[in-house]
């Protein structure tokens, strides 16, 4: 039973506009989230991050949601750049394991 | 070389073969993973390692076994294999005080098992 689900397996955008990549999870342990970012040929990069205990984090043009009340999180990236075209996964950490739970990623391409 | 590297990046192997993939991180972490991903499936955790002691093996074949000779290396050996196990293994380390949970990938081996 997949624990971490990325339900859009493709999204594309206009460059300069917002890309949103949504994430949901099943497992109410989770206390740490992720996402990674991964181009072809390339291991995943990591990207941002956010603990439970908050509810947003930004990096720059990257923004990462959390609403545990609906266990869904969402990456936000604004303004959409070319490079930016790659598969997003989405990742949650349970409290006391040292493993990580994948979606199986969202494809964004982002035209020019 | 810098961060995580793994080798060889592909690998066409047969049913009877036995082969090596290698990973090495430069990061000075003391904590390495084996990952599986297989089409269309999210990334599945193999093993993991803590200054290099397994901790996990997560229900893995013993077709796979590990080894982690020192917190910079790890290996994943590989014997009688079945076509269903080519996918792309990932290698990862992360850092203790930085938290388990930030995981640095290598640009993983991408494995055909004919």
């Known amino acids: 039973d997949q624990q971490v689900k990325q339900n859009s397996p493709s999204l594309s955008v206009q460059e300069g506009r917002i890309s949103i990549l949504n994430c949901d999870y099943t497992?109410?342990?989770?206390?740490?989230f992720l996402w990674y970012k991964k181009y072809p040929a390339e291991g995943p990069t990591f990207l941002i991050s956010?603990?439970?205990?908050?509810d947003k984090n930004e990096d720059g043009r990257f923004t990462v949601f959390l609403n545990k009340s609906a266990k869904h999180l969402s990456l936000h990236i604004v303004p959409s750049q070319p490079g930016d075209s790659a598969v997003y996964f989405c990742a949650a950490r349970r409290t006391g394991a040292n493993n990580l739970f994948f979606g199986t990623g969202t494809r964004l391409t982002v035209i020019p | 070389e810098t961060g995580v590297t793994q080798t060889p990046r592909h690998l066409v192997m047969g049913m009877t073969n036995k082969k090596s993939l290698k990973c090495e991180q430069h990061l000075g972490h003391n904590a390495m993973y084996w990952y599986k991903q297989s089409a269309k499936k999210p990334l599945e955790l193999m093993f993991v390692?803590?200054?290099?002691?397994?901790?996990e093996n997560n229900s893995v074949p013993s077709r796979f076994s590990p080894e982690c000779p020192n917190s910079s290396h790890l290996f994943l050996h590989l014997h009688t294999l079945q076509p269903e196990d080519s996918a792309l293994y990932l290698c990862?380390?992360?850092?203790?005080?930085?938290?388990?949970?930030?995981?640095?990938f290598g640009p993983g081996t991408r494995l055909t098992v004919t």
């Open positions: 390692y803590n200054f290099k002691e397994q901790t």
């Open positions: 990862a380390s992360s850092q203790e005080h930085r938290g388990w949970y930030e995981q640095y």
């Open positions: 497992n109410s342990m989770f206390d740490y």
């Open positions: 956010i603990s439970s205990i908050k």
